[in-house]
């Protein structure tokens, strides 16, 4: 572990106060290295005036490595060797972007490549770098094409370090609509015991959809795999009754036009065309609470009365007719 001249080097980084105090981030960091039956040993950096470093690794391998930029006033560019290899997670501190209002402790992900070359610290840092255990996702959709306001069914299972992943854990599955890349929805699934996890959703349009599961973690590197379905439009369920088929002239009749299942659009419209004539709009409404509406009609002539939908995001547009005679 370092020497007391690195250690009082180290020092300077935890002098300022914050909420909660800057020392508390620095020995949260450096924690992570002190794992049981973990190897400790110090690392030479490019430049180890400035910048300390420290490995640990543990018995499967597993490697955290701390890097310290001791610089109050400027950020520091080194390199280091390590045993760092794949996929890294990264957690840092940088007291000097910092302050009493805003201070935490960031995560992210990286790659060994990816730093092999040299890696930035800002001024009064600490960065921790560790090898992610593998992760693996499957994802598979119960048919490739479903019917709008049918739900999609999606299954999946997650392995953690070549293992099926306990319960509870958070998978992340992202929706993408085909053309509209700026309007994705998230939903979430939590694994059960065997690493299984399901997840349903109705898709608010037709087109085609690209369904991605995600996950990651501090510990794990992160893994995914998506599926493609297409929504495909539905016929809408519309009819139209009315409450004699034959009656004389001058007798009214009530139609009905019934929506069963509405969406997006719940207007109808219901039209009449007597024998020999035009057809003619008699209603436009909104569907009331029993999907319905409904006009009375004065027959004189033998008379067909026609219900029309224009169809939304579900369904396709559709009619329905019924005739009443005198």
Known sequence: MPTASCTNNAEAMFTTTGVPTTPYYGYLLASQLAQPNARLAALTTSNPTQVLAFQSVLPNGQTAVALINTNTSSAETVTVNTSLAGALGTVSYSAGN?????????????????????????????????????????????????????????????????????????????????????????????????????????????????????????????????????????????????????????????????????????????????????????KRATINRRDQVSVVYTIRVNTTFTVTFSGDTWYTPASASAVVKN
């Open 98 to 282: 910092q302050n009493a209002r805003n201070t935490k402790i960031v995560s992210g992900t990286t790659t060994a490549n990816a730093i092999a070359g040299g890696i930035t610290l800002p001024r009064e840092s600490i960065l921790v770098l560790r090898t992610l255990r593998p992760s693996g996702m499957a994802l598979a959709a119960t048919a490739s094409s479903y019917k709008a306001g049918t739900r999609v069914t999606l299954r999946g299972k997650l392995t953690l370090n070549g293992a099926a992943a306990p319960s509870g854990a958070t998978v992340r599955i992202t929706r993408l609509r085909s053309g509209r890349p700026a309007d994705p929805a998230t939903l979430t699934a939590r694994t059960v015991a065997g690493g299984a996890f399901t997840v349903t959703d109705v898709p608010p349009a037709t087109g085609t959809y690209v369904y991605d599961a995600g996950f990651g973690s501090s510990l794990y590197s992160p893994s995914s795999h998506s599926v493609t379905v297409k929504v495909t439009a539905a016929k809408p369920n519309l009819r139209l009754a009315v409450s004699a088929k034959s009656v004389r002239p001058g007798r009214h009749v009530t139609v009905t036009a019934t929506l069963a299942a509405p969406h997006a659009n719940r207007t109808l419209s219901i039209y009449a065309q007597v024998r020999g004539g035009g057809r003619r709009l008699i």
